[in-house]
Each structure stands twice: as C-alpha cells, then as structure tokens.
C-alpha cells in the first residue's frame, strides 16, 4: 500500500500525462461518418526518377467519391505519405478528406501521399540508404523540380488535375514540414497553400535560413499554417520551438497570410492530428479565391520604398534573343545587342536594338553579334564588348564603328565621367582600366569569375560581381584611376546549391543602393554592404544584365540569362540614372 501511494504522489508531480489519457482526442471529422461518400486510394511505385535518379519509392493516389473526368480537381501533395494516408495513424487524411468534402469545406481534391526516395541494397549484408534528409531538408528546388516535373504529370495520366498553382496544396510533418514550405516557396506558380506540423526550420541542411530570407523577399502568394510543440526538438541543429516562432514571426512581418497553431506536445503528430481538420477549412477557405501576394512591406527606417506595389513585371520584347547587355542613354531609351536566328535557312543576322521610352522598339545599328555588356560614355557613343572578335568597341551615332581594344575576353565594362573604361576580362579572371588618353592596363584580381562591373553614383568604387561566388568586390578609385583598398564587400544571398550566386548585371540608383542580378532574384543592397531586398525575377532563369531607363528613369529592365531572350521592365519608386553621370550622393545614410 505505501509502495502504491508513493507511486500515485510521484504521477501527481510529474509532468505529462497518465497513461491512456489523451490531451488532443481526435474529432468527428478525423472519424468515419455513416452516409459521407468514401474515395478510392490507389498505390503506386516510381522507380525512374531523373532528379534522384537511382531511388525508389511508394506513393499512394487518393481520388475523392465527388471526382468527375469533366472538370479539373485541386491537388494536395503529402510528404511521408503513407503515415499521413493510414486509417488508424493521427492524421488519417483520407478520412478527412472524406468528411470535408463531403460538407463543402474543402474543394474536391485529389490526394498523393508520396514516400521518400531509397536506394536499395545491392547485396545481403547491406541496408537501404534513406534519401530522406537529402530530399526533403534541402533548400533547393530539386524536390519541387520532382514533383511539377514527375509526379505530378504522371498522375495527370490518369486524372484530370486543374493547373491553377491557387488549387494545389502541400504539406508534411518534421522534415515533411520544411519541405513543403521550400516546394512552394520555390514554385509559387505551382503549390500556393503550405501545411506544416513541426517543421523543422533548423539547421539540418541550412533551413534555419528561412526567417531572414523570408523578411528579405520579395513577398509571394503563399498561404502557410503552421503548428509546432513547446516541448518540440532541441538538438545539434537548433529549437524546433523557437525556429517555428522565428518562421511565425517572419511571415507575419512580411505580411503572408500564416496561421500559426501553438501547443505543449513534442515531436510527433499529436496536436497536429486533432486540429488538421480545421488546418484544412483555413487553408482552403475562401476558395475559389487566388492567394493574393502581400504587399511589400516598407520601413522608412532604411530609406524610402524601393517596389512600387501597384507595378509587375511586363514583357517589353520576346521576338529577339537578346544578349547580357542592357544600355540606357540620357534620354532613358535602353539599347540592346540582339541576334535573330532563322532555322530553316540556317542564316543569323543580329543588330544593336533600342527600346524607346514609348516602348517602341526599333534598330540602331547593325552587327550585334557577340557583343555582351554595353554602356554609354560621356561623348555619347555606345560602348561593348565583343565577346566572340575578343574586341572592345566604340558605336557612334551614326553607327561608325571604332575598335578600342584587342586580345581580351571584355564580358562588361563601366565607363567614367572623363571616358574611361573598366572593364572585367573573363579568361583571366582581372579587372581592366583603359585611360581617357588609351592607355591600357590590369588594375587587380576580379575573383574567380569577374563578371558585372559597375560605378558607384558619386563614382567614388568600382564594383565587381563574381559569378562564382557570393561577393560583390569594391574598390576605391583613385586620382589616376588606380583601384585601391579592394574588399568583398558585398555579401549576397545564395542557393542551397553551394556559393554560387550567377551574379552578373548590375546598376544602382540614385541613393547609391546596388542591384546585382543572381539566382535567387534581383538583391538589393544598401551602402553598407548588406542585403535588404530580394526582387523576384519574372522567370527562374538568373539576370544576363539589369539596367534602369524609361522616361523618369524609374522603369528596371532586365534580360534573363535563358529564356528565348525576352526583355522584361518593372517601374520602381526609386530612380536610376544615366551611369556615366557622377551622381553626389545625400548626406548621411538613407
């Protein structure tokens, strides 16, 4: 009897719960009701992945009693599928599909549950390799690749699924969690609805990332719930409670559309099975209604709004194959080298194009072929590097050609107040100065891979973009031109991927922010070196050349590396400048 006692005294004391006892019971809807129609769950097993190549998996296709050929379902991806597809484990999302659909609550929507990728023992004594973390905790756009490349495709074999991104949903638990937010933070164009229980935003493969570089971004239509434990993980990679909060916090600031569901569970799908019903009517509520994308969030704290709200990205060509450069003049007419190809005759002809302020596009001079970063100088002809004749050109007026140098791979030049040229040269990984009077010669290292080059607006440095890598470099330009006191100043974003940033055009405005177009979008940064702004591109193919132009200046061009050579514009609310013009910049910080 005193062993008994004791024991009940010490349950009275401990934290948790008696066994048998249940803190979040599951509810009608995660229950088979009489009369609700029930969907049919197909299983499936993919084998000939491309993006994972080598990996197996099951997935399962459940496809609601309310489907019909003729008219297109929404879709809802589940990571882990098969724990969130059985009858008897916490989620049981069939069941609840059923119920849902059954009231209205949801639409009618096709599940796939998908399992990671495995790659099978070869041999007795050998085990399977989990492809888990690999697929699901990184930040790259592999996965996503894989589903709207895949899966997705294949189970439109079978099924009539809507394209609509505002009809797909995706969600998962832990790694499942986080994956499912990158999938559509990734593809806003084709999942816009996140579900996440205990998503692990920690630094398992990077993800704790997330926070700031949501706060950075450009906002995107997204719709997130999230739902996480204060007794969740706390481990080698970070608190799972706090980078929830962090994620919470961030989305909120950033003016997304979150719901963040809080509880004293750890991780496991506890919590996350009693309120998922419930998870799903604020996900899908309102529907048919699109995601809208915030509105960007503006703090006068760090100098006046950069993104006109009211302004998108719009075609301005997209029957030229333009090349990196992007030039404006005085007048903000923006000029570019462009290469019309006609395969049934297996000819090329190519001429230097402008696109006026009207938007009317018409040649300015002929034989643009080969020629890459372009600007114009104070005598107003058009500078470019001929890429293909290893040649720096001078382009007057009238279109009279002048060679100014030779033997050099020139990939993009600046040219300053008084005439002279800077100029990165790719092959041997330098920066180039041609003086007013012609005289040439290697002002430093550009890294590994010098790219964009750019003035500062009071032409005080000299900026280097290294493709290769996440620095921007600045230099101090001296009396005689001479660059001195060079720093990585500049400290981009990047993808998962590694340190690569593609950065390559690049221009700036008239408070003397830069704008470096890479990867990840168009970063913004101000005059401390510092990432505050990530525009995203309008396609998912980095930026050849970025330029301001238009009439007031205020109209941001830029011509992707891949893409047919469309030329896209955007109007900003901050201004640009011819970039020959010393600009004096206002006193104190913006």
């Known amino acids: 009897m005193r062993r008994l006692i004791l024991i009940l005294c010490l349950l009275a004391i401990m934290p948790g719960k008696l066994e048998g006892a249940e803190e979040y019971p599951l509810g009608a809807d995660s229950q088979r009701q009489p009369g609700v129609p029930q969907g049919a769950i197909t299983h499936y097993t993919w084998t000939t992945s491309k993006i994972f190549p080598g990996t197996v998996r099951d997935y399962w296709v459940y496809v609601p009693a309310q489907y019909t050929p003729d008219k297109p379902a929404c879709v809802m991806v589940f990571q882990d599928g098969e724990s969130f597809m059985k009858e008897d484990g916490r989620a049981r999302v069939p069941i609840v599909f059923d119920n849902l659909i059954a ?3 949801m639409p009618v929507t ?16 050998q085990k399977d390799r989990s492809n888990r973390s690999f697929e699901y905790d990184a930040l790259s756009s592999s996965y996503a690749l894989f589903l709207v490349d895949e899966i997705l495709p294949e189970v439109a074999q079978h099924y009539n699924l809507s394209t609509d991104p ?3 949903a995706i969600g998962g638990l832990s790694s499942g969690g986080i994956c499912s937010f990158t999938v559509a933070w990734n593809r806003p164009d084709a999942f816009r609805r996140v579900l996440s229980f205990i998503g692990s935003f920690a630094d398992l493969r990077g993800g704790d990332i997330y926070p700031a570089r949501i706060r950075k971004t450009e906002p995107k239509p997204l719709r997130v719930f999230l739902q996480d434990g204060s007794n969740d993980l706390n481990i080698f990679a970070g608190d799972w409670w706090l980078a929830n909060q962090a994620m919470a916090s961030a989305l909120k600031w950033a003016g997304y559309d979150v719901k963040f569901v809080t509880g004293d569970k750890d991780h496991d799908m506890e919590q996350g099975g009693a309120i998922l019903p419930d998870a799903l009517r604020w996900l899908w509520r309102d529907y048919p209604q699109p995601i809208a994308r915030p509105r960007p969030v503006h703090d006068p704290r760090f100098g006046p709004p950069i993104l006109d709200p009211s302004s998108d990205w719009e075609v301005v060509s997209q029957s030229y194959r333009a090349r990196w450069g992007l030039a404006p003049d005085v007048k903000g007419d923006v000029f570019f080298a462009e290469r019309k190809e006609n395969r ?7 001429r230097i194009e402008r696109i006026g302020t009207d938007g009317t596009i018409s040649p300015f001079a002929p034989n643009g072929d080969g020629l890459y970063g372009m600007m114009f100088g104070p005598d107003g002809r058009l500078y470019a590097c001929n890429e293909k004749a290893k040649q720096i050109v001078g382009i007057s007026p009238d279109g009279h050609r002048s060679v100014l140098s030779e033997g050099l791979d020139c990939r993009d030049l600046a040219v300053d107040k008084a005439g002279g040229i800077y100029f990165t040269d790719l092959d041997d990984s330098k920066v180039w100065y041609i003086d007013p009077k012609g005289s040439k010669r290697v002002m430093n290292n550009g890294g590994a891979e010098p790219t964009g080059i750019h003035l500062s607006p009071d032409q005080s440095s000299l900026y280097v973009a290294d493709f290769a890598h996440r620095w921007v470099w600045s230099s101090q330009i001296q009396a005689d031109g001479s660059l001195a006191n060079p720093q990585l100043f500049y400290r981009l974003e990047s993808e998962d991927s590694g340190y690569r940033s593609e950065a390559g055009g690049m221009t700036v405005d008239s408070l003397g922010y830069l704008y470096v177009g890479t990867n ?7 005059e401390e070196g510092r990432v505050q702004l990530i525009i995203n591109l309008p396609t998912r193919s980095s930026p050849a050349g970025i330029a301001f132009g238009g009439p007031d200046y205020q109209d941001l061009y830029v011509v992707p590396t891949i893409g047919g050579g469309q030329i896209f514009k955007r109007h900003m609310l901050r201004k640009g400048f011819p970039p020959w013009v010393q600009q004096n910049l206002p006193a104190g910080k913006p």
């Open 166 to 168: 505002n009809h797909h």
């Open 110 to 125: 096709i599940g796939i549950f998908i399992n990671p990728g495995a790659f099978k023992a070869l041999s007795a004594g």
């Open 344 to 350: 049934l005759v297996a000819s090329t002809e190519s």
């Open 103 to 105: 009231k209205h609550d």
């Open 520 to 526: 990840l979008g168009i970063q913004v940064c101000d």
